[in-house]
Nanobody, 125 residues
Framework: QVQLVESGGGLVQAGGSLRLSCAAS????????MGWFRQPPGKEREFVAG????????SYRNSVKGRFTISRDNAKNTVYLQMNSLQVEDTAVYYC??????????????????WGQGTQVTVSS
């Protein structure tokens, strides 16, 4: 069992930055690939970024490449999402997720076994 708790969301002006954190409980964190997803208002949940078990492999959706950075600290059981140059279109509820089966974080939400409760990110113009 893995429990995930996100934090760090909030209201920020366009061009600003936020750093999301996702703290995991349980012994399987370091053996889990991790992902960040988001759900914009009125839209489906979408992949944002993924990271492999030890952080060597990272992937991003095209619209956040060069602006967002995913990282993890296995000693702290935490995964991060640094978000820079935020745009109004980044407004969404952001979720972290754990995939206990695969090496790298995939884009398919069905691959993930555990989800956090989400944190709201609102970017104003």
């Amino acid at each position: 069992q893995v429990q995930l708790v996100e934090s760090g969301g909030g209201l920020v002006q366009a061009g600003g930055s936020l750093r999301l954190s996702c703290a995991a409980s349980g012994r399987t964190f370091s053996s889990s690939a991790m992902g960040w997803f988001r759900q914009p208002p009125g839209k489906e949940r979408e992949f944002v970024a993924g990271i492999s078990r030890f952080g060597a492999v990272k992937s991003y959706r095209n619209s956040v490449k060069g602006r967002f950075t995913i990282s993890r600290d296995n000693a702290k059981n935490t995964v991060y999402l640094q978000m820079n140059s935020l745009q109004v279109e980044d407004t969404a509820v952001y979720y972290c997720a754990a995939d206990t089966s695969r090496y790298r974080g995939t884009e398919n939400p069905d691959d993930y076994d555990y989800w956090g409760q989400g944190t709201q990110v609102t970017v104003s113009s």
